[in-house]
């Protein structure tokens, strides 16, 4: 190999090498747990969804995080590739109430036999989608995340 070619495939390679390096993730995760409240009081059995923010002061890069709240609301967030924490910044949050989601055929009969079917809904519908609003902040220096709600309007008439 001449003298020149050797020199082009060598900057070639540490030009790759450069760019790959600097491809990296250019996000920070940091370990982000809260608590969920419906009209003040903690949510269990709520999954819970935090999608980094891309628009305003939002860097809205990174991975979606995921919980569950536990019988006293609180939750701790995980990405969706298993690391555990949420990305640093402001995140719009997405809010499914499993109790409905997962009703086995079984818990639904009963439930008709008992005439309380169908089950009273706790979340409003558009709390499934980013459209209805919820954002929450995950702090570089950490700190519970608190996320009040109010309940579903129909369940107040």
């Not at 991975?63 to 019988?71: E, R």
């Not at 590739?81 to 949420?86: K, L, M, P």
């Not at 709390?127 to 579903?152: N, Q, R």
């Amino acid at each position: 190999m001449n003298k020149q070619l050797r020199k082009s495939v060598i900057l070639s390679g540490l030009l790759l090498v450069g760019l790959v390096a600097g491809c990296g993730p250019r996000y920070k995760l940091i370990p982000a747990q809260g608590i969920l409240k419906i009209d003040g009081q903690p949510a269990a059995e709520i999954n819970v969804m935090f999608m980094p923010d891309s628009v305003g002061e939002g860097k809205g890069f990174g991975p979606t995080s995921y919980g569950m709240t536990d019988q006293s609301g609180r939750f701790v967030l995980r990405t969706t590739d298993g690391r555990e924490g949420a990305v640093v910044g402001r995140h719009r949050v997405i809010l499914s109430d499993t109790t409905i989601e997962q009703l086995s055929q079984e818990r639904e009969e009963e439930l008709k036999r008992q005439r309380k079917w169908p089950p009273q809904q706790r979340l409003d519908d558009r709390y499934g989608t980013i459209a209805a609003g919820v954002t929450a902040e995950v702090k570089e220096g950490g700190g519970e995340i608190t996320i009040d709600i109010p309940a579903f309007l129909a369940n107040k008439q």
